[in-house]
């Protein structure tokens, strides 16, 4: 069974740094995607960037000046940094696996459970 | 970014109902197109990919179709686990983007 578990601080400041970390078990990170997505209370879905077990990464334009994602296959974890946080970067943020299939498609198979940030003073 | 519009945002229906989604894309994303749900406090769960396929363990009483810009999923026979939010997402361009959502009560 594939288990992603996202850690995190819960709590940010505005203007510091948010950092959080995704365990993987029951998966092999290499052939995968490994993707952060974010979901403001009773809002809908933003998928914020992936990384692969190679550290070649994507990222979302409209965060990109703010995020860095890194990957440590020897741990299977990979962490999303999000740079000078707000109110507005407050939300559930999920880690998630894309599995690739024929034709270029992929989809996000598994997802952890999520974490909760909230940003505040 | 390709934007994702679903409709209705929510509907109500009555368990053994075949209810339908629609999500239309802003450009042609051909069948690039997934389905999630998500009940509530929970992540979303995968359903469909390439508009129509469905992804192992799920009932065949999802059904996706469409292509292009306009696609939908229909729940045949619904069932009280059914009662969800569901997403569509295109996976034509980067950045993937989400529909805002349906929520079906």
């Known amino acids: 069974q594939v288990l992603l578990q996202e850690s995190g601080p819960g709590l940010v400041k505005p203007s510091e740094t948010l950092s959080l970390t995704c365990s993987v078990s029951?998966?092999?990170?290499?052939?995968?995607?490994w993707s952060w997505i974010r979901q403001p209370a009773g809002m809908g879905l933003e998928w914020i960037g992936r990384?692969?077990?190679?550290?070649?990464?994507n990222y979302n334009p409209s965060l990109k000046s703010r995020i860095s994602m890194s990957v440590d296959p020897s741990k299977k974890q990979f962490s999303l940094h999000v740079r000078s946080v707000a109110a507005a970067d407050t939300a559930v943020y999920y880690c998630?696996?894309?599995?690739?299939?024929?034709?270029?498609?992929?989809?996000?198979?598994?997802w952890g459970q999520g974490t909760t940030i909230t940003v505040s003073s | 970014d390709i934007q994702m519009t679903q409709s209705p945002s929510s509907l109500s229906a009555s368990l053994g109902e075949r209810v339908t989604i629609t999500c239309r894309a802003s450009q042609s994303i051909n069948n690039y197109l997934n389905w999630y749900q998500q009940r509530p406090g929970k992540p979303p769960k995968f359903l469909i990919y390439a508009a129509s396929s469905l992804q192992e363990g799920v009932p065949s009483r999802f059904i996706g179709g469409g292509s292009g810009t306009d696609f939908n999923l229909t729940i045949d026979n619904l069932q009280p686990e059914d009662l969800a939010t569901y997403y569509c997402?295109?996976?034509?361009?980067?950045?993937?983007?989400f529909g805002h959502g349906t929520k079906v009560e």
């Open positions: 997402q295109q996976t034509h361009n980067s950045p993937t983007t």
């Open positions: 998630a696996r894309a599995i690739s299939f024929s034709y270029s498609y992929y989809a996000l198979d598994v």
């Open positions: 029951g998966s092999s990170m290499r052939r995968y995607y």
């Open positions: 990384i692969d077990d190679s550290g070649t990464t």
